[in-house]
């Protein structure tokens, strides 16, 4: 290997950056004298561990971030996924929402929505891809309900968003989805009593109005008798 003999590995280093930007900064701030080809070496040498130094320190901090946003991602609570265009295929999808699909992600990857949910909530989703790309805004998308692998059917409330790319054209589509059974289904429970409660009254009402104007009829029918009753007795 070349980092094993420092002779070979300043010689090639030179031969392929002899015009690179570095070479030509150290001679342009008078670091070393083009003649003095020893001390421009060693300058070289420090300047290249300088640089690859910061490169790699550069590195290690982005692969931190990744994977600090990498586990941010894969523990949020909210389902996250990602379809690329123009076939819109799933690019990426999060734990969250391979737990709820019941469907390992290796079965979502690549495939199309009509390839992963049922018909009628794949053509709605397909729907609101394409609401969102020709609008090139955030659509929010009515709660749906959704048959799951296990079979039993849950309500989500998702949220489309065109990503562009440099030229403002779109790229991928992220969505964002929230388990909203719980809630919807207190909602459909309290219509339900609402209307009961409705039904009641109305029906309170009737039977109000009804014993009303029996009670007009029975003191009509004594006010009749009495009358009668008088007319009778001389």
């Given at each position: 290997?070349?980092?094993?003999?420092?002779?070979?590995?300043?010689?090639t280093?030179?031969?392929?950056?002899?015009g690179a930007?570095?070479?030509?900064?150290?001679l342009?701030?008078?670091?070393?004298?083009?003649g003095?080809?020893?001390?421009?070496?060693?300058?070289?040498?420090?300047w290249?561990?300088?640089?690859?130094?910061?490169?790699?320190?550069?590195a290690?901090t982005?692969?931190?971030?990744?994977a600090?946003?990498?586990?941010?991602?894969?523990?949020?609570p909210?389902?996250?996924?990602?379809?690329?265009?123009?076939?819109?295929?799933?690019?990426?999808?999060?734990?969250?929402?391979?737990?709820?699909?019941?469907v390992?992600?290796?079965?979502?990857?690549?495939?199309?929505?009509?390839?992963?949910?049922?018909?009628?909530?794949?053509?709605?989703?397909?729907?609101?891809?394409?609401e969102?790309?020709?609008?090139?805004?955030?659509?929010?998308?009515?709660?749906?309900?959704?048959?799951?692998?296990?079979?039993?059917?849950?309500?989500?409330?998702?949220?489309?968003?065109?990503?562009?790319d440099?030229?403002?054209?779109?790229?991928?589509?992220?969505?964002?989805?929230?388990?909203?059974?719980e809630?919807?289904?207190?909602?459909?429970?309290?219509?339900r009593?609402?209307?009961?409660?409705?039904?009641?009254?109305?029906a309170?009402?009737?039977?109000?109005?009804?014993?009303?104007?029996?009670?007009?009829?029975?003191?009509?029918g004594?006010?009749?008798a009495?009358?009668?009753?008088?007319?009778?007795?001389?």
């Amino acid at each position: 290997s070349l980092f094993f003999d420092p002779g070979v590995w300043l010689d090639t280093l030179l031969a392929a950056l002899d015009g690179a930007p570095g070479r030509r900064m150290l001679l342009h701030a008078e670091i070393v004298d083009a003649g003095n080809v020893d001390a421009f070496q060693a300058a070289h040498a420090t300047w290249l561990v300088a640089t690859l130094e910061e490169a790699i320190d550069q590195a290690r901090t982005a692969r931190r971030a990744a994977a600090f946003l990498d586990a941010v991602v894969e523990n949020m609570p909210a389902m996250l996924f990602v379809k690329r265009l123009p076939d819109l295929r799933f690019e990426f999808v999060n734990r969250a929402r391979e737990r709820w699909l019941g469907v390992p992600r290796e079965r979502i990857l690549g495939r199309t929505v009509h390839e992963v949910d049922p018909p009628a909530a794949a053509d709605l989703d397909t729907l609101r891809d394409h609401e969102a790309l020709a609008s090139g805004t955030i659509v929010d998308q009515p709660v749906t309900a959704v048959r799951r692998a296990g079979g039993d059917t849950r309500y989500v409330l998702t949220r489309k968003i065109p990503l562009l790319d440099p030229n403002g054209q779109p790229s991928h589509m992220i969505g964002i989805s929230l388990d909203v059974t719980e809630r919807e289904l207190a909602e459909q429970a309290l219509a339900r009593r609402q209307k009961e409660l409705e039904a009641a009254h109305q029906a309170l009402k009737e039977n109000q109005n009804k014993l009303l104007i029996a009670e007009k009829m029975a003191a009509l029918g004594r006010l009749t008798a009495g009358i009668a009753h008088e007319m009778n007795t001389p």
